[in-house]
């Protein structure tokens, strides 16, 4: 059974680098069908596409963010990663990564990680 | 962007109780929408893709999705302790995805 499970740094400082990694374990990160992505959750609101990758490192992100994302994938460790750069406390959320099932006219996110709650603060 | 708009945000139900949820997007969007579940704490849960088809692990006779376009319903026929949640509708029409804001389902 397909398992995501986000980690990293809790707490980061404004205007630097928010960094965080997800680990897809049960199963592989190739297939025509799968996009691997982030979606965020600031305390108390909703959901916000972060962007998404496919395996050949195609990758689509919300213009709101483009400027400040960069989200890359290591197929040979199953591995995801973001990067957000220049964080303010606006960017204070929990961080899911979620594989985005896309397969004709099946295109939703069916697999969660837990989440990783990410506090910008000095 | 396109704008998808819940409401409401909230509601205080029984158990028992049927419940309706509503989603407009801003533009035409097919049956492109799908409905995610929340309960406190835990990440979402992909209930209903494709405006109408159930998740497998979704009770059919419970739950139903419908809608095409851009209005979209969310109904839960007969209301039980572990329906209570947030949930969010999502449109996969077009880049940048984008949810609605959400509706609290509550306990009366």
């Known amino acids: 059974q397909l398992q995501l499970q986000e980690s990293g740094p809790g707490l980061v400082k404004p205007s630097e680098t928010l960094s965080l990694t997800c680990i897809v374990s049960?199963?592989?990160?190739?297939?025509?069908?799968?996009?691997w992505g982030w979606v965020r959750q600031p305390p108390g609101k909703g959901l916000e596409w972060i962007g998404n990758i496919y395996y050949s490192e195609t990758t689509y992100y919300n213009p709101s963010l483009e400027s400040r994302v960069t989200i890359s994938v290591d197929t040979s460790k199953n591995q995801l990663s973001l990067k957000l750069s220049s964080v303010t406390a606006a960017d204070t959320a929990v961080y899911y990564c979620a594989r985005r099932f896309k397969w004709n006219y099946f295109d939703a996110f069916d697999i969660w990680g837990q989440g990783t709650m990410v506090t910008v603060s000095s | 962007d396109i704008q998808m708009t819940q409401s409401p945000s909230s509601l205080s139900a029984s158990v028992g109780d049927r419940v309706t949820i509503t989603c407009r997007a801003s533009q035409s969007i097919s049956n492109y929408v799908n409905w995610y579940q929340q309960k406190p704490g835990k990440a979402p849960k992909l209930l209903i893709h494709?405006?109408?088809?159930l998740q497998s692990w979704v009770p059919p006779l419970r739950f139903t999705g419908s809608g095409s376009g851009t209005d979209f319903t969310l109904t839960i026929s007969s209301l039980q302790p572990e329906d209570f949640a947030t949930y969010y509708c999502q449109q996969s029409y077009s880049i940048p995805l984008t949810f609605g804001g959400g509706t609290k389902v509550e306990i009366k």
């Open positions: 049960g199963g592989s990160m190739i297939s025509n069908a799968y996009y």
């Open positions: 494709t405006a109408s088809s």
